[in-house]
């Protein structure tokens, strides 16, 4: 056999342990990549199975909370009306009348009147004196005279002067029943028709 | 025999090599996906646990039924006890 045979048999030789190592490598990382699209395979196969009642549950949920909106919306604009609607609205979310309701498109059309602002004089008063805590806390007319918690003088500045000045010697409420400490004696006249006077 | 040293000299210095860079960048690529579907299956794991509770998605609607059939009973009867505006 030549030199030159042999070298050639050599070459070939040297060529097919390449194709094998680098053949069986990508083999190898090909199993590796099947296993790892088995884990994939799994991970998607269990969203899709937790994600599939999804759709039919969030669309009865939209469901009922459309029901309860068109309810809530409806009652609202029945009772108030709907200009008065979009000021309690905007008096209890500030800026919400712009976005109006959702049954009732004209209602962004509307200049929602300022009901939250609107008090009588007597409820102002009232407020400031702490009996109505909301409205006494946002009140834009001043602090509120009174202590609500422990304060009570402005309280009783609202009545007569001889109540609030407190004097030592005030007459004592009657005591009346059966047991009252003075008994009266028992008139005969009550009960029979009544003493005409002599004409005059 | 001139020829059979051509071939071989042709054979070491271009066929082999050249089939040693072919291999070897398909080695390359198998490879490098291996990482990328690792990480593809951690984030399918994941998603799927992440969605553990969906099922609560069943008392979440059973709750807005009754709140909801709640608020009707509390409209309806808002309804009979307050006045219409108009």
Known sequence: MSGAAVVMIVAVVLIVLALVYYLVSTILALRQITAGLDDVIA???EILEKTAPVGEVV?????NLDAGVDLLEGLLVKKAGLVDSMGLIEGLYPGAAAAGLRNFPESTEIEAPRIAEVYTKGTLTLARL???APIAAANPAGPVLRNAAGGSLAARRLYPDIRQSKPELMPRSPVIGTDAPEQYEQRDDIGKPRKRMPAR | MTLWWIGDVVLLVVILPVV???LHRVLSAA????PSVRSIAATAAAGSKDLDAVPL??????????TVAG???YGGSLDVIVDDAS
């Open chain 1, 130 to 132: 702490g009996r109505e």
């Open chain 2, 31 to 34: 490879r490098s996906i291996v």
């Open chain 1, 43 to 45: 991970g998607v196969g």
């Open chain 2, 20 to 22: 040693i860079l072919l």
């Open chain 2, 57 to 66: 998605l069943l008392t979440t609607q059973e709750q807005v039924a009754q």
């Open chain 1, 59 to 63: 669309n009865n949920i939209n469901g």
């Open chain 2, 71 to 73: 608020v009707a009973d």
